[in-house]
């Protein structure tokens, strides 16, 4: 393996299960020091998430996955400029696609889609978007004429199913 090589985890590691990193999660070799590998993990139930980890190679398995090289220098910049330090952990996702939640919030991004505190809906994704969850609701707007998808944060719904 080597720097820049796509991995997947391959074994449930108590420090880094701690740290929201789990089987089976797939990353980007960022740096190598002899069998301790830093790895750039990304969050599958929060797209747009990352954390930093090392792992020993022997955790590790290769993806084989081949990069256009735009994108290999685009991620060798960004590797020599990212505190790694300060991204250590993902978040844990408690929502799963199709569950059904409830608004907890009246907030005006929400209201002037015609969805208001209480309003139910369903989960479209089984992942979250940068921290936002796709909702479908039904009946909103005027005279509860049509359903609305829109994308809220999860401190703004409650699972209600």
Excluded at 17 to 23: C, N
Excluded at 65 to 73: C, G, H, K, M, N
Excluded at 74 to 89: R, S
Excluded at 127 to 135: P, R, S, V
Aim: charged share 30%.
């Amino acid at each position: 393996m080597k720097v820049l090589e796509d991995v997947k985890l391959n074994e449930e590691l108590e420090e880094l299960a701690q740290r929201g990193i789990h089987k089976g999660y797939e990353g980007t070799i960022a740096k190598i020091n002899g069998d301790i590998y830093t790895v750039w993990f990304f969050n599958p139930n929060n797209r747009g998430e990352f954390a930093f980890a090392e792992v020993n190679k022997k955790y590790l398995i290769s993806d084989k996955i081949v990069y256009p090289e735009r994108l290999l220098l685009e991620m060798e910049e960004f590797f020599a400029n990212v505190k790694m330090e300060k991204y250590t952990h993902l978040t844990e996702c408690d929502v799963k696609e199709y569950d059904v939640v409830q608004l907890i919030v009246e907030k005006p991004q929400y209201s002037m889609e015609g969805v208001h505190k209480g309003a139910y809906g369903c989960v479209q994704f089984p992942y979250a978007i940068d921290g936002k969850w796709c909702i479908l609701f039904s009946n909103v707007g005027e005279n509860n004429a049509h359903d609305e998808e829109i994308s809220v944060a999860r401190e703004d719904f409650i699972i209600v199913e």
